[in-house]
């Protein structure tokens, strides 16, 4: 049955590779969608949250009286309500969740650890009633001192956010408490032997900003608990399996007493991975006997949902004249914000990753400060230390006289390369992303004054994983395709494109859904890079069963053995003309005939997928530098990447051109702006600028498809590496526009004006 | 048995945080859960970090820790931190 997929070209995918129309596309641009924020009940109250103004003070009370007097409050709650949380790390380190840690990010106790940390909250009748009611909520604080730079927090004399903070990681562990939450290092070969190998030898410093995933929909959730105690929540996010988990266990629920609906989201990036809003949505109605629903702020989103962190980072690479890489060593030093949990690991794990280096260490800092807790922005880490690698790298090429990309071409990793984090890759693809833009007529293009070329590449692990599919076909013969994958970037075309490619089906007979916790078996979150490639395989896997059953049903139907009958384009046939002569049976009429060969027909199917093949890229951009203003345009960028096979181009095209976007902005101009109390004064996309068509060229996205065996039409994961690239591709640009080498983010007017100007001076 | 052992390696701070700093095992095992099981043999409480904490690569392949992956004979298996992304 499995060679019911073409294992290589020779027989042409019929949808694999084609663009159709997504089928959540109507509802999206007529704005019938439903978001987070669109859900409204019968009865439904207004959530609103008091959040800290002080980046970090104790609370010596607060006094909730007068608010819950207030006529058209119905439900107040603060930290007092929720159930404490044993203090342990559950699950793996990179995303270790500790949910004392957890309960007091969602509602303060004790502290406030950073400005817009909530502390309260209430449910009224109206948006006005609730605003009011948090203005009589009470707050007696006694303001701290605090710390919000990385390399400041990590000083000796830094103010503690936690007393009692012990750095793992470090042996013997250090007798007092510091804000560095762990260090940790891979290493391989003999570090100091192969920097004394070395002909030319380069270490540099870089700073990196916070930057925020800056999706356009701010997080919402609407919950509502019966009076049995089973709880309903409807909420955007990038899993909804794991939002129903965290809830539960903040409430003090079992997980089968939470539903939890998907909801249409507005971007995410990875920082819906996450929840802020869905315990305190549930806890109001549980006390209020109402459904109450809280959208955030554009501000409460800048001053209390988690962006990624801020770095300061050391690297330095050893080569040989011919450029071969003999040894790397970095020092990453990630700001974690107000609990531990950066992504730091990755960031050591990814910097070298590219590269086939024999002696290679990297050294990593998890720092707690008075930010939001940081989430996940996607590929989290990697294009942190890539910026400082690849930055590296190009003053190196120029040492050496040597093309970029050829550089990289000589110590491209290979399958047989062995990481920094011990095990050998398996996969090819990276290579191939710089032979190509070699090959890339823009490439040897000239260039004006002004104007520079850099490039850049970066690695990211992608994700398989637990996925869900169940698929029913239809009494007329169409087919619906249910998954758990929240939908972020066009997944339910590429899943509908997989089920109608393996049935042998037409594309708009199936139907793709996104099914709530209750409707479809347990899907891990929307992140890593990982839907097309493990819900896929749930998918082609639960529609390979459906093609037996439907076998099963022909054979019934013309009464000869189950083993005589082939699934062939959509239709079952005789599978020799010693099975008798009939006529092939389409999947319409088999589903007709349904009742009489033993009722409905579907199939549900669920995998832990593994054998991920990792995304590799590489870019290049052109920019010019106005010397007058030191503002950076971007005149071009082409970004290449391995996909291993674009299932739906078009959103794999667009998941490239949006890494790039964002890298352009964190390249550029994104920051978070603290005034001297650790307040934000930028809290809004006004002052906070992410790049708008205006200010971006078209990108070129080149898909190189390197198929990963291990996926039944070899998808690799894709929306993330690219966003690894840019940054340093940009500062290799502007160095080579002005000779001037930028290494801290973002590279904003003032400060290229600031480095030509020293130039000049110079 | 007779067939050579698997080249098994734990990376990334589980070795010094559950076996005393020893990385590299030589284990004769037809799954994975022979290799855990194993493991858990020489360290008592080894195991469940390794299902809970880490991603497994064998000969390279990356894979979620899964009882029923098939280890040959001289596989490579790699112990790694769990991966996530956004």
Redesign the interface.
Known sequence: MDDIIPKDRAKPFKWVGTRPVRPDGVPKVTGLALYGADFAMPGMLVGRILRSPHAHARIRSIDTSKAAALPGVKAVTTSADFPEQKFEYVGPERVAVNFWHVTRNIMARDKVLYEGHALAAVAATSKAVADEALSLIEVDYEVLPHVIDVEAAMRPDAPLLFPDLITRGVDPAPTKPSNISKRLEFKIGDLEAGFAAADEIVEMSFKTAPVHQAYIEPQACAARFDADGQGEIWSSSQGHFVVRALTAQLLGMKVGDLRVYPAEIGGAFGGKTVIYLEPVAAMLARKSGHPVKIVMSREDVFRASGPTSGSAMTVKIGVKRDGKIVAADGVFKFQAGAFPGSPVMNACMCAFAPYDIPNARSVGYDVVCNRPKVAAYRAPGSPISAFAVESVLDVLAQRLGMDPLQLRLKNAARAGTQMVYGPKLSHNGYAETIEALLDHPAYKAPLKKNQGRGVASGYWFNAGGESSATLHVNEDGTVVVATGSPDIGGSRASMAIMAAETLGIDYDQVRPIVADTASVGYTHVTGGSRVTFATGIAVVDAAKKVIRELCARAAMIWDVDVEGVVWEDGYAKPASSNVGDFKPLSLKEIAAKRALTGGPIGAAAAVNAGGVAPGFATQFCDVEVDPETGKVTVLRFVAAQDVGRAIHPSYVEGQIQGGVVQGIGWALNEEYIYDSRGRLENPGFLDYRIPVASDLPMIEAVLIEVPNPNHPYGAKGVAEVNICPPMAAIANAIDRAVGRRLTELPMSPPKVLAAIDAREQA | MGTAPARV?L???LS?RYTGNVQEFAVEAKDLRGVIKALDRLYPGLGEHLE????V?I??????V?YY?PIRPGS?V?F???????
Not at chain 2, 52 to 55: A, I, K
Not at chain 2, 80 to 86: C, N, R
């Open positions: 390696v990376t990334g701070g010094r809970e904490e880490t991603t690569a000969d390279g392949e990356i894979h979620e899964g992956q490579e790699f790694i931190p769990k991966l996530e992304g956004g």
